[in-house]
């Protein structure tokens, strides 16, 4: 699987996830494990897309 097709799964789970969210506010439900999950996704996009040439020879530019 290309990078970037992994990307997009991850990144179509992270709407799914919003939504469920986003509903679980709206009712007033508790949200904390889809949060957690919602976290980790958002880590594994970072991680990935900060991969790159110009971020290991400068990581300290990757965060801005």
């Known amino acids: 699987m ?3 097709e992994y990307l997009k ?3 179509t ?3 799914r996830i919003n939504k469920i969210i986003d509903h679980k506010i709206i009712h007033g439900e ?3 494990r889809e949060a957690r ?3 980790l996704l958002l880590r594994k996009v970072r991680q ?3 991969s790159g ?3 290991r020879l400068f990581p300290v530019l990757s965060h801005f």
């Open 2 to 4: 290309k990078q970037q």
């Open 48 to 50: 990935n897309r900060s």
């Open 53 to 55: 040439f110009f971020s």
């Open 13 to 15: 789970e992270l709407q």
């Open 9 to 11: 799964i991850i990144e």
């Open 37 to 39: 999950d919602h976290k």
């Open 30 to 32: 508790e949200y904390s």
